[in-house]
């Protein structure tokens, strides 16, 4: 069975991977002290709080965060006896093109969106991730990743406002009764959720009249449905897109072996 871990900013997701479905995932905060062996403490804990049997013949990696993945290449090897495939090294092989400036590092997950976007969607897509920052993946006809754009992220931005102002409270995102505020959390809310509707909407009406050509847009990322339930802004949304697209790199580079 394989490991697939995606490593971002705020939090790493773990899944295993049947060959046929995901039988399970886990969510943790991203922590770059953490050792192996506290990865393995805490994921073999919950696998038998769900009495879930797996045997891991394989790891495959994401990570954004590169401080992290040397642990996780020790935990691969010392508890599952196998060395990870890292996306962005050079012995993991990506089975679409990367076309930007040279010298440009793309980071692993948005080369594995555009790898998952391309499998379930075919080509001229925009990914749009909302995660800690809100990235625009743009996806050539052919499969290729040719650029993109990177905002900041939804709750990147309302920690932002409540830090560096003093009379700005926390608060969670979530759609607004209405646009005028009559309170400053509804003001601040309003002002997130319809600010990010605008700058999804416009991103994606620029990128498509560059391109000149009609593209679909998918969605990935924990608040892409609250976005979805008011406007229309995307094609699909896919929950699990990054962990798809590491099963996808996974199969490629095996394939290559054979």
Known sequence: ???????????????????????????TATEWQRTADQYYVWLSTLMKFQQIEANITDVIVSSTVPRVVYN?????????????????????ALPVD???????A?????????????????????????????????VAQDGAYIGGVIAPGVNLSLEALHNAAAALPHVDISKPQAVIGTNTVACMQSGVFWGYVGLVREICARIKAERDREMRVIATGGLAPLFQQTETLFDAFQDDLTMHGLTVIHKYNKDLTK
């Open 1 to 27: 069975m394989l490991l697939a871990i995606d490593c971002g900013n705020t939090n790493t997701v773990f899944s295993i991977w049947d060959g046929k479905a995901f039988i399970a995932t886990w969510r």
């Open 98 to 104: 990367v076309r930007v400036d040279a010298g440009t």
């Open 106 to 138: 793309v980071g692993p997950d948005r080369l594995v969106n555009t790898v998952a976007g391309y499998d379930l969607y075919g080509g001229d897509l925009v990914v749009v991730d909302f995660g800690t920052a809100t990235t625009f993946d743009v």
């Open 72 to 92: 996780l290449r020790v935990f691969a090897d010392r508890y599952f006896n196998t060395r990870p495939m890292v996306v962005g090294k050079s012995d993991c």
